[in-house]
């Protein structure tokens, strides 16, 4: 009887260890096979206003441009733009390697039934500054395009 008990254990221990081997390597194959920080979905970036120009009227600036193509996703089209100004007083000299400290200075609805469309923004001038100005395309999801072309004027 002390043989068959002593086998038992055995047989026992053997199946044990069988099991916990079974379950660690489904548990290893399981796994998504890639180890990383997870990934928030792809969002599809705002197309940039490529074509931003402006003309002085008086002491005002007036900038136009062209609404960009929507994105591909109808759903996700042009919500509308920010019109960023840096200014620095032009006695302060000028700083060729120093950041343009850009403040957004308005928003404006897009309207993208006709692609063409022509945008405008004016603001008045003061004299004595140098002005940067530039655009930023909103979507409708939130994702910002890049910086539009810069327009700069000294007054």
Not at 38 to 49: C, G, H, K, L, N
Not at 93 to 99: H, S, T, V, Y
Not at 131 to 138: E, L, P, T
Not at 140 to 153: A, H, L
Request: hydrophobic share 35%; proline share 7%.
């Amino acid at each position: 009887m002390f043989i068959h008990k002593n086998l038992l254990c055995r047989a026992l221990k053997h199946c044990l260890i069988l099991q916990l081997t079974a379950i660690m390597v489904t548990v290893c194959l399981s796994g998504c096979g890639k180890k990383g920080p997870p990934v928030p979905p792809r969002q599809t970036v705002a197309p940039a206003v490529k074509d931003l120009s402006s003309n002085i009227d008086g002491d005002m600036i007036v900038m136009t441009w062209t609404v960009p193509d929507e994105m591909k996703d109808k759903s996700a089209g042009i919500k509308g733009f920010v019109v960023h100004r840096a200014k620095q007083k032009i006695s302060d000299g000028d700083c060729r390697n120093c950041p343009v400290n850009f403040k957004p200075v308005a928003e404006i609805p897009a309207e993208t039934k006709i692609p063409a469309k022509k945008m405008k923004y004016a603001e008045p001038l003061e004299k004595g500054y140098k002005y940067v100005f530039k655009v930023i395309v909103i979507s409708n999801t939130g994702t910002d395009s890049s910086d539009s072309n810069y327009v700069e004027v000294v007054y």
